[in-house]
């Protein structure tokens, strides 16, 4: 974030902040952004972050700073409190309506709408009080990605707190990934095709889940280089698929790991493995397949 010190035709000077990111792969984004503000007129919900400048010969692409107050704390504020009132549902609602406008209004995917790029609030006189930062990924796919990359984002804030917690279940935080999970499919099911968007998604929230397993036995393997109480030096010999089903089936094993292992690559690999799955499985058979795609 920079301070741009604004020089006003009467002398006086305004200070505004901006951001400056490195362009990278892709820069045709920003630049096409630019084209899309008009078209983001179609988004009821939702603005995006105004191109200032993008300056190929530095690579770095400049936007207007964002002020509000980040989703990704309010989720955690909500999982903290094991309470989500009447506003924060309106709010995961409108977040879900605003990404299916943008998806299928506009006919763009952001690539990596998590949490933690939507802003609530900020400015007061603005019409849309939501915000969606950081569109690095953006461009022409499938919005299913998208649904399924939030729903995961979602998830993976309710799997660290239910692991430090304890290893044991809790129905409470898992009732309430599951009334977060509804607001948003609600709320992306009113956008017309956003119904269709949401029967594909399941197979994508499933490749989330999946896809972090060989990076968690990769660290698991680095760490099983290091001496092993007697009797378990063969960990290090399992392959991925055996050694995720042995720390999710055997609690022992999994207690042992803890030790071991990485805290952090132990809670991922033993909550998204064995809890996330049943939640997707819960999620998507029981809630959108029966409470939204038949509901009348």
Known sequence: MLDLILKKSDGSSESKKIVAKPLSSNQEVYENLRLLEKDFLKVRLVRIPKVICVDLESDYVFTE??????????????????????????????????????NLKLEMIHGDPRTANWIFGGCVRARKKLSLIDWECAGKSDPAWDLSSLIYSVGRSV???????????????????????????????????????????????????????????ERIFQHCRTPLPNGFGFLRWLPPSILSTTIVKKKSVARLLLKVCTRVSSIILLILVKRNLELAKRRMHAAIMHDILFRE
Not at 186 to 212: C, E, F, M, P, T
């Open 65 to 102: 700073y964002v002020t509000g107050t980040n989703v990704e704390n309010i989720l955690h504020q909500v999982i903290l409190q094991r309470h989500f009132n009447i506003r924060q549902k309106r709010l995961f609602e409108e977040i879900g309506q605003g990404l299916a406008e943008i």
């Open 159 to 217: 799997s660290y707190l239910l692991c430090d917690l304890s290893l044991e279940r809790k129905d409470d935080l898992i009732d309430l990934f599951d009334a977060i999970c509804s607001a948003i499919i609600a709320g992306y099911a009113k956008v017309d095709g956003g119904r269709k968007v949401i029967k594909q998604s399941a197979g994508y929230w499933v490749y989330h889940v999946l896809s972090v397993i060989p990076e968690i036995h």
